[in-house]
């Protein structure tokens, strides 16, 4: 596992964007597993300064609401659109969001599933980490090996995401996720962390066991990692990398570049 220690939150897009130029620049059709929430933004933000012909990459986002209305602001799929697929100059048609507003969004999910493995799997997958640990909306008590369903979202999510709606009640109560064992089959999983109220969480995440009760902790499963976190969220690394003993830490404090 690489971990790159950085001053501030957009530091942090600044060096996940300069890893994902560098797998765009090798592979111009990679596929990218997109996510969003605060954490994630900066990464697009400076990933389109780059400049960079994305014409042929292919994207997936990692969840998506149950029951918004297409179209809905706040849908998941109205986000990818404004912050990555507009801002990158992606193909629209290359860009994948699980369809929360289908009839029947099992068999969605099942079908979103197949895409991705059809796609030929995802080759960086960005991440967030929610403050109970969960990856995507994967919550605590999720199977390690679970594939892209509806899930039922908990109420400290709902509370954390009700920033962004009108009330806390227009927070849908369910989501369609990549599962845990969808995401680790990714080639490369590219975490990006910040702020001071996720270092307790990302220091589960790494250096406690791998568990359901914290969904991140499959980090420690994968072969190829990278964290990229601010001072902040990292404030207790040092303790993880003395106790983590499956998996092994690289810290590059105060990295500008990649």
Known sequence: MEFFVVPDAASTGAIAAGIL????????????????GGSPLPVYAALAAHRLDMSGIRG???????????????????????EVTERLHLDPARVSVPAGAAVDPERAAAAYDAAIAQAGGIDVQILGIGHN???AFNEPGSALDSRTRVEALTERTRQANARYFSSPDDVPGRCITQGLGTILEARQLLLVVSGADKADILHTALSGPVTTDCPASILQLHPHVTVVADETAAARL?????????????????????
């Open 21 to 36: 130029a560098a797998v765009i620049r090798s592979k111009p059709e990679a596929v990218l597993g997109l996510a969003t």
């Open 60 to 82: 997936f986002a990692l969840d998506e609401y149950v029951g918004l209305p297409a179209g809905h602001p706040q849908s998941y799929a109205e986000v990818i659109r404004r």
């Open 133 to 135: 640990g969960h990856v």
């Open 238 to 258: 040092g303790s993880a990398s003395a106790s983590a003993e499956t998996t092994p830490v690289t810290v590059r404090t105060g990295a500008v570049g990649v």
